[in-house]
């Protein structure tokens, strides 16, 4: 990937989480209790969270899926490092678990692989 392409991608993800972050939640009641409040505020943001991260992660995956599904194997070999990275960042996140993200890695390494061969 170009440096601006780079750049671009990263704004693209910079605007997502905003969008998701401002995301509001519709409640029918509103608790009594501070604390109860401050919990629904911190739910939403990691909620918002979450739902980016699975987001962008989907959408790394997909793209090197793509250039599996075309047979283009020297796509999807660039591809997979921003895979990868994406999975790593969710699960640094806590937005999934280490041993999904490792799972995740490891067959889309072996489906790039297999089309390389």
Same mark, same amino acid.
Do not use: C
């Given at each position: 990937?170009?440096?601006?392409?780079? @750049?671009?991608?990263?704004?693209w *993800?910079?605007? #997502?989480?905003?969008?998701?972050?401002?995301?509001?939640?519709?409640?029918?009641?509103?608790?009594?209790?501070?604390s @109860?409040?401050? @919990? !629904?505020? #911190? *739910? /939403?943001?990691?909620?918002a969270?979450? #739902?980016?991260?699975?987001?962008? !992660?989907?959408?790394?995956?997909?793209?090197?899926?793509? /250039?599996?599904?075309?047979?283009? /194997?020297?796509?999807?070999?660039?591809?997979?490092?921003? /895979?990868?990275?994406?999975? *790593?960042?969710?699960?640094?996140?806590?937005?999934?678990?280490?041993?999904?993200?490792?799972?995740?890695? @490891?067959?889309?390494?072996?489906? #790039?692989?297999?089309?390389?061969?």
């Amino acid at each position: 990937m170009t440096a601006n392409a780079e @750049s671009m991608k990263q704004e693209w *993800d910079r605007k #997502v989480f905003i969008a998701f972050y401002k995301f509001s939640v519709t409640v029918t009641h509103l608790p009594n209790i501070k604390s @109860s409040i401050k @919990s !629904m505020r #911190v *739910d /939403a943001k990691r909620r918002a969270r979450n #739902v980016f991260e699975k987001t962008r !992660m989907k959408k790394a995956q997909k793209l090197v899926l793509a /250039a599996i599904a075309e047979g283009d /194997a020297a796509k999807a070999r660039e591809l997979l490092p921003a /895979a990868h990275k994406a999975i *790593d960042q969710a699960a640094a996140n806590n937005t999934i678990h280490k041993n999904a993200a490792a799972r995740k890695k @490891s067959k889309l390494a072996l489906k #790039v692989n297999a089309v390389s061969a």
